[in-house]
């Protein structure tokens, strides 16, 4: 049978795979297209009826659906390698659960909904307190996980959501252990395409912050932020990663022209939750030092600045854009490295998170597919998706793989 153009498509995408390793730079792409059960979930997707533009509800469906398969299959993929990935952290004994961004779902697709079924299964004896815009009924729950639905946490006036839903898990949770509670938050939220996904960044951090200055005081506590690679600086240079006494270059995202504003705001919200942090726990009380203090402060503003000017525009634009430049967003993310080892206690920074195949990627690559792009993928919609996902699979990971660098606690 002649192959379908999202075949060829895949075989043509495979063959600049064969290429780089002939070159002697082989990267983890070649080690994902080893795994027979990938390609043939590839090859499934390309098979079927390719899309005409009428249902694309329906085409990020069946993508989502392949994400899915493909996180299940890299998991495992992942875990063959590294046995450190099925351990579980111990936690202290009355540990509460509260996770801003994330619901929890049956056939997670996204990292935060994977974090609250790796907490769900590995602490089943923990309470979960779960906030998302998306409304469930408790019935749909299991029964140590409560969900609140918010709809307005990266806008003005949006602290009062978070503190909702941080009063009620306190009262919740006071019912049982009043005295040995102690709160693991995490902070999920991290938009780097739509409108006004820079400030929406900060404008979420801002409320978040907000809300713990008012209600964490006295309380045990410990702040989870999603990371992201592309917060490295962009000096960075590619780690090299052994697998099976094979070599594999990993050419990781990190501080670079399209992606500058992004990786700004993702900054901004470490240093402004670093800031509310020092403040609720007092300084003085943590030895944490007046002028680190100041420089949080100096950093947040200046970014700050940057963020509002740039609006929808993410991209670096040097010298001829005023605000802040290349190296100094590099410096500011070195800075940030010695300021979490001072407040390690108290916040961390989910590490080592790339790519992630997740719904937030079905809609843009589905809508993309009809448009100018149909001309790379030779006029079908799903070659141009199948050339997206194994493009990326040179650094990509398993939703799982980065749900578990949220527990590196």
């Not at 979930?41 to 469906?61: H, I, M, P, R, V």
């Not at 801003?100 to 079924?117: A, H, R, V």
């Not at 306190?170 to 991290?190: L, P, Y």
């Not at 989910?350 to 030779?378: D, M, N």
């Amino acid at each position: 049978m002649e192959a379908t153009v999202a075949e060829q498509c895949l075989l043509n995408e495979i063959d600049k795979v064969i290429s780089l390793r002939r070159q002697g730079v082989p990267t983890l792409c070649k080690w994902r297209l080893e795994n027979l059960r990938i390609k043939d979930a590839l090859f499934g997707f390309a098979q079927s009826q390719d899309w005409a533009k009428d249902n694309q509800t329906d085409y990020e469906k069946e993508v989502k659906e392949l994400f899915i398969k493909l996180n299940t299959l890299m998991w495992e993929q992942e875990v063959e390698t590294s046995k450190e990935l099925q351990k579980t952290t111990v936690l202290k004994q009355g540990t509460c659960f509260i996770i801003f961004g994330g619901k929890y779902s049956k056939n997670p697709g996204s990292i935060s909904e994977t974090l609250i079924q790796v907490l769900a299964e590995r602490y089943p004896d923990c309470k979960i307190f779960t906030s998302s815009r998306t409304v469930i009924s408790p019935a749909d729950l299991p029964g140590n996980i409560t969900h609140y639905s918010k709809q307005n946490c990266d806008v003005e006036g949006g602290d009062a959501d978070f503190c909702d839903v941080l009063s009620s898990a306190f009262s919740h949770s006071a019912e049982d252990e009043e005295d040995t509670s102690e709160f693991v938050i995490f902070f999920t939220f991290g938009q780097h395409v739509g409108p006004n996904a820079f400030s929406r960044n900060i404008r979420a951090a801002a409320n978040f912050c907000k809300a713990i200055r008012t209600l964490l005081k006295g309380r045990r506590f410990r702040i989870v932020i999603t990371g992201t690679d592309a917060t490295y600086p962009s000096t960075r240079l590619d780690p090299i990663l052994k697998i099976n006494g094979e070599s594999y270059c990993v050419p990781t995202y990190k501080i670079g022209d399209g992606n500058f504003v992004y990786a700004m705001s993702k900054l901004c919200q470490f240093y402004m939750i670093a800031e509310a942090v020092v403040e609720v726990l007092d300084a003085n009380h943590i030895k944490f030092s007046v002028d680190n203090l100041k420089l949080i402060r100096e950093r947040i503003s200046e970014m700050q600045t940057h963020i509002t000017a740039a609006g929808n525009d993410g991209k670096y634009h040097g010298g001829s854009h005023a605000g802040i430049s290349m190296a100094e967003l590099n410096e500011i993310s070195t800075e940030w490295e010695n300021l979490e080892d001072k407040l390690k206690s108290y916040v961390h920074v989910a590490k080592g998170i790339s790519i992630c195949y997740t719904p937030l990627h079905a809609h843009p690559w589905v809508e993309q597919s009809f448009g100018r792009c149909l001309l790379e993928s030779h006029g079908s919609p799903k070659g141009y998706v199948l050339q997206q996902i194994v493009r990326r699979f040179k650094n990509s990971m398993s939703t799982r793989k980065a749900a578990l660098a949220h527990l590196s606690l």
